[in-house]
């Protein structure tokens, strides 16, 4: 997609969205016309140049201008004050330890999760409460969408061409919340990454899945050992190679937790010894592969050898979201990721 060219088209939604289509510039979804007029109008959400470079996006390593990150923006419905949230993402998808060519290319369901922190959520109304991985939040639905477009349109990444995936997942078509920092116990997200608490951050996950893990139990212990015992799976990425699994932690789960005198680290520990499972529980094929990328961590790995899912405690990450009720997310990630945060400025 161009940045300096015009397309002439019927001033028709469906006549448009059938040329959308027949280019493979969609998501399978009904698009806003990125019309000269919307795009300039989203052009006003930030300062920075049109022709500015923010990222280069592998597979197919187009050049993520403003404009074109802009042009995006207006096809997935995106207000203009999202534009800065978006052109930050990209910065951090672009580095290498997110490892975005790895992401885009895998026959992994991998997606880009958008984890938005600080004052914007308030101001953009990031829904970070009630349903917050779901439906129903226009800032949510639209950022995650717009983020899909510009890795499929600038990246290059189509499904069944560059993108490899085998199934995929619905997260691909959009995936964003925001941490429900007023009820967490805890220090933020953002915060804990190095950032001051007053400011706006987006941070990217490349994220596998989602799965519920539902417990009423309202002890701490016991609480770690079965969220642990959900997250040790046999046909896993994360244990092949050390990964950086996510959690996204219920209010109520978050405050027994506190209420158990754990601290972030504390639940990161446990949740760590808790969920090392033996390498006899892989495949014959995953041990191999765990073999080719962990022995300088395990030297040589044997049946009764202890995989731990990431390399170290530090490497699981969590945040507080969501509304009432005794559901935690556990969300599974790449392997060969590294998340990464960029101020929104």
Not at 7 to 17: G, T, V
Not at 246 to 251: F, G, T, Y
């Amino acid at each position: 997609m161009s940045a300096a060219a015009t397309i002439e088209a019927l001033d028709d939604l469906d006549a448009i969205n059938k040329l959308y289509r027949e280019r493979r510039w969609s998501d399978g979804l009904p698009i806003v016309p990125p019309t000269q007029e919307r795009v300039e109008r989203m052009l006003k959400g930030t300062k920075r140049k049109r022709d500015e470079v923010i990222a280069v996006l592998p597979p197919g390593f187009g050049e993520a201008t403003v404009e074109r990150i802009a042009i995006n923006a207006v096809m997935a419905g995106c207000d203009p004050a999202y534009l800065p949230v978006l052109i930050a993402a990209n910065d951090a998808v672009a580095q290498a330890q997110f490892n975005i060519q790895g992401i885009e290319a895998t026959t992994n369901p991998a997606a880009v999760w958008l984890v938005l922190n600080g004052p914007i959520v308030q101001q953009l109304e990031v829904n970070a409460t009630f349903n917050c991985l779901g439906q129903g939040s226009w800032a949510n639905a639209t950022m995650g969408r717009a983020m899909r477009l510009i890795l499929q349109n600038i990246g290059g990444a189509l499904p069944g061409d560059m993108d490899r995936a085998t199934q995929g997942q619905p997260a691909k078509y959009t995936f964003c919340c925001g941490e429900n920092e007023a009820q967490s116990p805890w220090e933020p997200l953002h915060v804990e990454r190095g950032f001051a608490h007053d400011a706006s951050t987006v941070t990217v996950v490349g994220a596998e899945g989602t799965l519920n893990m539902n417990t009423h139990s309202k002890d701490a212990a016991e609480m770690l050992r079965v969220f642990a015992e959900c997250m040790a799976h046999p046909a896993s990425n994360e244990y092949c190679h050390g990964g950086e699994p996510w959690l996204v932690i219920a209010p109520e789960h978050a405050d027994i937790l506190k209420a158990g005198g754990l601290s972030k680290r504390d639940v990161k520990q446990r949740l760590w010894e808790l969920s090392k499972m033996p390498a006899s529980h892989l495949s014959v094929k995953e041990i191999l592969r765990a073999q080719a990328s962990r022995t300088d961590e395990y030297g040589e790995i044997k049946a009764d050898t202890l995989l731990a899912i990431s390399r170290k405690p530090d490497d699981i990450w969590f945040i507080v979201a969501g509304g009432p009720g005794t559901h935690t997310t556990y969300v599974p990630c790449f392997g060969n990721s590294r998340a990464v945060t960029r101020e929104i400025l």
